[in-house]
T-cell receptor, first 114, second 111 residues
Framework: DAGVIQSPRHEVTEMGQEVTLRCKPI?????LFWYRQTMMRGLELLIY????????DSGMPEDRFSAKMPNASFSTLKIQPSEPRDSAVYFC????????????FGNGTRLTVT | KQEVTQIPAALSVPEGENLVLNCSFT??????LQWFRQDPGKGLTSLLL?????REQTSGRLNASLDKSSGRSTLYIAASQPGDSATYLC??????????FGDGTTLTVKP
């Protein structure tokens, strides 16, 4: 079990640039979550998917943010254009839907927008 | 809207002490509650998950309890060690799939 894999680990970009974060969930997990963590706001749920379908995107801060899950083993979170206030650690997590399956987190992508 | 509070925000204890971390939530209609550990610069590691029908779960030196009616959970750590130093977060699931996290308790265990 390789765990949830996120890339890149660190991303430094200039304001206005497009940023794409990637996530590979644990095989067999059919729920996928994108979180953002900052000192000010803690851990916030941005969006989650069930069976590759977005279920709740109410946490996505603005239209600049978009997420896709084209298949069961890959998801992206895109920010276009990026702004300094987007600087945070972005986490992807996965679990099995139903029952009481624990959430498993990746190691996160630390994004810095200058 | 579910709100999750963790007290204290930070805790420092000498090695060997037993300690309790607290988590409270406002909506008792929960699906499950999960405790995590986060080390600096790392993701969250799942420690224990308590289903809404359960009262407690144990794993090694860790014991988590759940009292749904009062909206509380505790994480008990026995015989603390310096390696236990980390931030501990609780997450409440009010429907299958959507978790609300507390801000965490940062624990320091001094040798």
């Amino acid at each position: 079990d390789a765990g949830v894999i996120q890339s890149p680990r660190h991303e430094v970009t200039e304001m206005g640039q497009e940023v794409t974060l990637r996530c590979k969930p644990i095989s067999g997990h059919n729920s996928l979550f994108w979180y953002r963590q900052t000192m000010m706001r803690g851990l916030e749920l941005l969006i989650y998917f069930n069976n590759n379908v977005p279920i709740d995107d109410s946490g996505m801060p603005e239209d600049r943010f978009s997420a896709k899950m084209p298949n069961a083993s890959f998801s992206t979170l895109k920010i276009q254009p990026s702004e300094p206030r987007d600087s945070a650690v972005y986490f992807c997590a996965s679990s099995r839907t139903g029952g009481n399956s624990p959430l498993h987190f990746g190691n996160g992508t630390r994004l810095t927008v200058t | 809207k579910q709100e999750v509070t963790q007290i204290p925000a930070a805790l420092s204890v000498p090695e060997g002490e037993n300690l309790v971390l607290n988590c409270s939530f406002t909506d008792s209609a929960i699906y499950n509650l999960q405790w995590f550990r986060q080390d600096p610069g790392k993701g969250l590691t799942s420690l224990l998950l308590i289903q809404s029908s359960q009262r407690e779960q144990t794993s090694g030196r860790l014991n988590a309890s759940l009292d749904k009616s009062s909206g509380r959970s505790t994480l008990y750590i026995a015989a603390s060690q310096p390696g236990d130093s980390a931030t501990y977060l609780c997450a409440v699931n009010t429907n299958a799939g959507k978790s609300t996290f507390g801000d965490g308790t940062t624990l320091t265990v001094k040798p």
